[in-house]
């Protein structure tokens, strides 16, 4: 059983490994932007808050984001471990993050840095597609659907992510340089930290992963 946290840049690939992992490891995969982008499309009334904030590139305030998903991963498909993708993002929410997992009693096994340069990442986010059906993620170059515009899985419609649109991808990225990168070296701190070049081939940095949990 593991717990893990995919840590790095929008775009890195976070996602994409997460969904694999999930499946390999058994795990339940915890995807925050998921989480809200759920909330959105059900039309409960977070959602109006929630897209307020993303819909910008900006960070959806810590006491939300910390209710939410502390409740998902109290839920008890998540005895079997999980992996979580896009929380925490400030080193406040990693704080209070802390103080829920001593609570549950549980630790986090492993943090793995997904490392990119950043035109890698502009290059990936600007063309990456999203199944509106299942989530699929593909990328109209790195990872092209068989047929243009309709998901390989469920032959879901594709879509591109408003986020995923020109200024507010460089507002996301900066806002993870300002707000995030901290979480590197508080995690490198507490001695579970890994980094992984995420710049090569996206099934060389997979199996550079799988590697690595499988120790
Ligand atoms: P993502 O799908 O991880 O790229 O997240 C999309 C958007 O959801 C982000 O740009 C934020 O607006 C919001 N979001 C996701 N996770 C968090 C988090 N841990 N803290 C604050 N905002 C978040």
Do not use: W
Request: glycine share 10%; net charge neutral; hydrophobic share 35%.
């Amino acid at each position: 059983m593991l717990r893990i946290i995919l840590l790095g840049a929008p775009g890195v690939g976070k996602g994409t490994h997460a969904v694999e992992l999930s499946k390999e490891f058994g795990l339940v995969h915890v995807s925050s932007g998921d989480i809200f982008r759920d909330a959105i499309k059900s039309g409960r009334s977070i959602g109006e808050t929630l897209k307020g904030y993303m819909d910008k590139g900006e960070l959806v305030p810590d006491r939300i984001v910390n209710e939410i998903i502390i409740d998902r991963l109290n839920r008890s498909d998540c005895e079997k471990g999980f992996i979580l993708d896009g929380y925490p993002r400030t080193i406040n929410q990693a704080k209070i993050f802390d103080n829920a997992l001593q609570e549950m009693e549980q630790k986090i096994d492993m943090v793995l840095n997904l490392v990119a340069d950043e035109k890698v990442i502009k290059f990936r986010l600007t063309g990456r597609r999203i199944c509106r059906n299942c989530g699929g993620n593909f990328h109209i170059v790195n990872i092209p659907p068989k047929n243009d515009g309709i998901c390989d899985y469920c032959s879901g419609e594709l879509y591109q992510r408003e986020d995923d649109k020109g200024g507010t991808i460089s507002n996301r990225l900066t806002v993870y340089k300002e707000q995030t990168a901290e979480l590197i070296s508080y995690y490198r701190e507490k001695g579970i930290l890994k980094t992984i070049n995420a710049e090569v081939d996206r099934l060389e940095t997979y199996r550079d992963i799988v590697r690595l949990l499988r120790k």
